[in-house]
């Protein structure tokens, strides 16, 4: 079994920031944690493995022992870049295959 747990993130946002890419939500991730916990305790292991900019959404990997400071930083941002938002959190698990995503989590259309 994996050391890690894998999140699967979706970003809401009220309106446009300037600027969304992986290195500014990683960046506001880390002010969270450290904001949270103080240097010391905010240092914490967080990859972000991958970033969809036009779904807003993120997988992040950590270890499993920090995964009650991820969900509660993450948890607490309440903006970015000036603009309203909150993070929710789709999926977590320890194996990363099981975020793929299946026909079911797109939403159904029917065909004319």
Known sequence: MSDYLYFDVEIKLAGNPNQLSAL????????S??????????????????????????????????????????????EFQGVPCYFQVKKVSALLLTLVETHLDFPSKTLA
């Open 33 to 78: 944690l450290t904001k949270v916990f103080g240097e010391i305790g905010g240092q914490t292991e967080v990859d972000l493995l991958k970033f969809d900019q036009k779904r807003r959404r993120i997988i992040l990997r950590v270890p499993k022992e920090f995964y009650v400071k991820l969900r509660a930083a993450i948890t607490l941002i309440g």
């Open 24 to 31: 500014y939500l990683k960046a506001s991730i880390d002010k």
